[in-house]
């Protein structure tokens, strides 16, 4: 039986699409490996959203070749965003690959891995739409918690982004299949799921001619079993009321939203090709916090997007100070080819647009050094990820924090051993930067 090893960088996406070859190479007879460096194959699957990440996905093949070379490994199979983005041009730069695969051919991965290992080299791009959505899944996350992808492509358009041109519009997956899925998830111990895709907002509005989201969420919380149901990605153009009173009223889901503004300045936010302006989106944001008391709201930014002037950084600023987001990620504009704001006037130095994220991220951390004092006495519920060896503690995340981006809760538990997957009560009484730490009671 040969032996398969993956990779998959990037975002949570691509990390379902990960989990869905692997079901595929299983099924195909393969033998998966939890290590790469111990299979006989790895596919890599790649991240091409900006500069760093292309930079990483190349790394990441490029080690691998040296692993190739020394005879460690026998083939490797480049698949995910670089690999839809450049198409035969990975295989000319990179010699040591033996196959490239747009993300339309994802569901015949177990038959060009094998060609890869007979010693064929394998080039192919089928209609990106052709992407599985449906089938089985290897869990690839800890077995408390998963992701749940609705839909994928995307349709916004925002001028910096290349990911339409990548993943195509946007498609939803019917209610029904995503309800299926779930219930398998939750029957195989998951108790929490993250909802993704690249607008969950936009859920439905293909499929059924109208929003769905809220309507999915109300259905997914009927699950038993399942416990906690969070939101990432939402476009704030489409925040309804309805989708706010149902995260309020309804217990499961937990009082935290991913709101990706990436500005305030209605230029800079034109320019973007998205909506709104300082006023409204601060009025966005206080709707939302006087719809669901105590809610934690997690948004990026885009620093030195091009012709941002001195004085429109600064309102960014001043915007990051007034919402106060309890979460926060600034990023310094990736200038990305093919992409309408890549060829754009005024394109900043880089020195200028790193620092000007630096300077975001500076200010964000004292936002967040506020919020954890605030937390300081009170009684959080954490889900237990399990005991972290090093600081002789353990770990969870309360609702508050999304998994694998957002901090962690260390508490110690002197009574009792809980596993990973209990949600158990923590008394939060100092933090270490970002992490609150603490102990659990009753």
């Given amino acids: 039986m040969s032996s398969v090893g993956i990779v998959s960088l990037g975002c949570a996406k691509n990390r379902v699409d990960a989990e869905m070859m692997m079901f595929q190479l299983r099924q195909g007879g393969f033998q998966l490996k939890e290590d790469p460096a111990m299979a006989d194959a790895v596919i890599v699957n790649t991240c091409g959203f ?51 695969i747009g993300i339309g051919k994802n569901a015949d991965i177990a038959a060009v891995v094998q060609q890869a290992l007979d010693g064929e080299k394998v080039e192919s791009f089928p209609d990106k739409m052709r992407l599985p959505m449906e089938g ?25 982004c290349a990911i339409p041109l990548i993943r195509g519009g946007f498609r939803s997956r019917r209610m029904e299949n995503i309800l299926e899925e779930a219930e398998r998830l939750v029957k195989n111990g998951v108790k929490e799921l993250n909802v993704i895709a690249q607008d969950t907002t936009r859920y439905g509005a293909d499929l059924y001619g109208e929003l769905k989201l809220a309507e999915l969420l109300r259905r997914l919380c009927k699950i038993d079993g399942l416990q906690w149901i969070r939101v990432l990605y939402c476009y704030p153009d489409r925040i ?53 008391p105590g809610v934690v709201l997690r948004t990026t930014m885009i620093a030195g997007f091009p012709g941002e002037t001195e004085a429109e950084f600064e309102e960014l600023s001043d915007f990051v100070a007034q919402t106060r987001f309890e979460r926060l990620g600034c990023f310094a504009y990736s ?38 004092e605030a937390q300081i006495g009170k009684e959080l519920e954490v889900l ?14 309360s609702p508050y924090d999304a998994p694998e981006v957002d901090p962690c809760v260390f508490f110690t538990a002197p009574d009792r051993k809980p596993r990973p997957g209990d949600i158990v009560r923590v008394r939060i009484n100092d933090h270490i930067d970002c992490d609150l730490t603490g102990e659990m009671v009753g």
């Avoid at 199979?77 to 450049?86: K, P």
């Avoid at 090709?273 to 669901?292: F, P, T, Y």
């Fill in 136 to 160: 089985g899944r290897v869990q690839s996350t800890e077995q408390h918690w998963a992701y749940l992808k609705i839909a994928d492509g995307c349709d916004n358009c925002c001028t910096y």
């Fill in 240 to 292: 309804t009321d309805e989708l706010l009173d149902t995260i309020r009223e309804e217990d499961k889901i937990v009082n935290y939203i991913d709101l990706p503004l990436q500005h305030c300045n209605g230029r800079v936010l034109r320019a973007m090709n998205r909506r709104g302006d300082q006023e409204s989106l601060l009025a966005l944001v206080a709707r939302i916090r006087e719809k669901i």
């Fill in 335 to 372: 200038r990305e080819e093919d992409t309408p704001a890549a060829l754009m006037e005024g394109q900043l130095e880089e020195e200028l647009k790193n620092r000007r994220a630096e300077l975001i991220t500076e200010q964000e951390a004292l936002i967040i050094d506020r919020w954890c």
């Fill in 384 to 397: 237990v990820d399990g005991f972290d060896r090093y600081a002789d503690c353990y770990c969870g995340r």
């Fill in 50 to 100: 900006i500069e760093s990440a292309k930079q990483e996905s190349i790394d990441e093949i490029l080690e691998l070749a040296a692993l190739k070379k020394e005879g460690r490994i026998k083939a490797i199979i480049v698949t995910g965003c670089l690999a839809e983005r450049y198409h035969s041009e990975i295989m000319k730069e990179l010699s040591e690959v033996d196959a490239v």
